[in-house]
């Protein structure tokens, strides 16, 4: 699919750990290439948003993140889509300009290890993969802001 970034560089050097701090270590495959990244490997600092073509606070808030992603070039932004068809997901993309790359994780694999009961979740990993925050539902700019903060600190 064009305009969106690549995959490649998104995992951190070593073996994937399983920790109830991580994703999970599962192979999702990039949404505009054939490569899968380990989830359990993500490098950050970074901001992982779980979402759906079909799930309306997921589409509403796309476009918040997009425009963080452009603002933020030191913290990876990457995109999880899930239990979605590809097909819908890369078309839904292209129309919004979202660039970031995107996983695809048909299964919800990664949402069912987050103990999350739906869609949007978005999540701050520190640069070991650690999950440091994360907001349930619709992101509000207030909250990822505060995701962005734990990141990097307050500016």
Same mark, same amino acid.
């Given at each position: 699919m064009?305009?969106?970034?690549?995959?490649a560089?998104?995992?951190?050097e070593g073996s994937?750990e399983?920790?109830s701090?991580r994703l999970?270590?599962?192979e999702l495959?990039?949404?505009n290439?054939?490569r899968?990244?380990d989830a359990?490997? *993500?490098? &950050?600092?970074?901001v992982?948003?779980l /979402?759906? $073509? /079909?799930? &309306?606070?997921c589409r509403k #808030?796309?476009p918040?993140?997009? #425009?963080?992603?452009?603002?933020?070039?030191?913290?990876? @932004?990457?995109g999880?889509?899930?239990?979605d068809r590809?097909e819908?997901?890369? =078309? @839904?993309?292209?129309r919004?300009?979202v660039?970031?790359p995107?996983?695809v994780?048909?299964d919800g694999v990664?949402?069912?290890d %987050?103990?999350?009961p &739906?869609l949007?979740?978005?999540?701050? *990993? =520190?640069?070991?993969?650690t999950v440091?925050?994360?907001?349930?539902g619709e992101? $509000?700019?207030? +909250?990822?802001?505060?995701?962005? =903060? $734990?990141l %990097? &600190?307050? +500016?």
């Open positions: 064009a305009g969106l970034d690549r995959c560089g998104l995992e951190r994937g399983e920790s701090e999970p270590a599962v495959p990039c949404l290439e054939a899968t990244v359990s490997r *993500l490098a &950050g600092p970074a992982v948003n /979402w759906a $073509s /079909w799930c &309306g606070p #808030e796309m918040m993140l997009a #425009e963080a992603a452009s603002r933020n070039p030191d913290i990876r @932004f990457v999880i889509n899930t239990q590809p819908a997901a890369a =078309d @839904f993309l292209a919004t300009g660039t970031y995107q996983l994780d048909v990664v949402l069912a %987050t103990r999350v &739906g949007p979740v978005t999540l701050a *990993l =520190d640069a070991d993969g440091l925050d994360r907001v349930i992101a $509000s700019s207030e +909250e990822l802001a505060r995701l962005l =903060d $734990s %990097t &600190g307050p +500016e």
